[in-house]
């Protein structure tokens, strides 16, 4: 999931960067040799919310079973953003990029995570976090400007095919020996308007 995620950013930001400029991943600051975009995923969150609790049953065009898929779980991936250059004017363009990138719908184009246009899947979501300078500063990094970005993504796990095989053949068998009892008499006379009223006795055998 955390890789899928890494290259869409990375395909996301790196077209609208300015030439020469390049996407980083990891704990800034970078080596200083390039302008550098910095991407640092400071923390994972479970996004409870948008726990599904039900397994899917997967099934072919006939109706018959094929697997179960386990239910989605989904993750919050909280990055810190940052632009390291020499060159002032141009660390903004750095962090423009971002601004430009996150579309208003706030989902990521399945093309950039390898999806099937046409069967796209469980939505990746990116939207801008709050207060991001604080954790910044607590995790010990250099004083920059910071954008948080917040990516919610499904952790999709595989199917479960071991359903065990189909019945071939169903044998139903009966005891020669059980008693059968003997059906029920229903006695009593019958009323003047049509209708019976009876009652049931249930006689056992005699052996």
Same mark, same amino acid.
Request: aromatic share 4%; hydrophobic share 45%; with cysteine.
């Given at each position: 999931?955390?890789?899928?995620?890494?290259?869409?950013?990375?395909?996301?930001? *790196?077209?609208?960067?300015?030439?020469?400029?390049? %996407?980083?991943?990891?704990?800034?600051? +970078?080596?200083? =040799?390039?302008?550098?975009?910095?991407?640092?995923?400071?923390?994972?969150?479970?996004?409870?919310?948008?726990?599904?609790?039900?397994?899917? *049953? %997967?099934?072919?065009?006939?109706?018959?079973?094929?697997?179960?898929? +386990?239910?989605?779980?989904?993750?919050?991936?909280?990055?810190?953003?940052?632009?390291?250059?020499? *060159?002032?004017?141009?660390?903004?363009?750095?962090?423009?990029?971002?601004?430009?990138? %996150?579309?208003?719908?706030?989902?990521?184009?399945?093309?950039?995570?390898?999806?099937?246009?046409?069967?796209?899947?469980?939505?990746?979501?990116?939207?801008?976090?709050?207060? %991001?300078?604080?954790?910044?500063?607590?995790?010990?990094?250099?004083?920059?400007?910071?954008?948080?970005?917040?990516?919610?993504?499904?952790?999709?796990?595989?199917?479960?095919?071991?359903?065990?095989?189909?019945?071939? =053949?169903?044998?139903?068998?009966?005891?020669?020996?059980?008693?059968?009892?003997?059906?029920?008499?229903?006695?009593?006379?019958?009323?003047?308007?049509?209708?019976?009223?009876?009652?049931?006795?249930?006689?056992?055998?005699?052996?």
């Amino acid at each position: 999931m955390i890789a899928e995620v890494d290259a869409a950013l990375r395909g996301l930001f *790196d077209p609208l960067l300015p030439a020469g400029a390049a %996407v980083r991943f990891g704990p800034p600051p +970078p080596d200083g =040799k390039r302008d550098v975009l910095n991407l640092f995923l400071a923390e994972v969150r479970e996004d409870t919310a948008g726990l599904a609790a039900d397994w899917d *049953d %997967v099934r072919d065009g006939r109706g018959a079973l094929l697997a179960r898929r +386990p239910p989605v779980r989904r993750f919050d991936l909280c990055y810190l953003v940052t632009a390291w250059t020499a *060159d002032e004017r141009r660390r903004g363009e750095l962090l423009d990029a971002v601004l430009l990138g %996150v579309a208003p719908d706030r989902r990521i184009a399945p093309a950039l995570l390898g999806q099937d246009p046409d069967d796209p899947g469980p939505p990746v979501l990116i939207r801008f976090a709050d207060a %991001v300078a604080g954790l910044h500063h607590s995790l010990g990094l250099p004083a920059q400007t910071v954008i948080g970005l917040v990516v919610n993504a499904p952790l999709v796990r595989p199917l479960d095919t071991d359903l065990g095989g189909r019945a071939e =053949k169903i044998t139903v068998t009966v005891d020669p020996g059980a008693r059968r009892r003997p059906p029920a008499r229903t006695l009593g006379p019958p009323r003047t308007d049509g209708a019976w009223r009876a009652a049931r006795v249930d006689e056992e055998g005699a052996g």
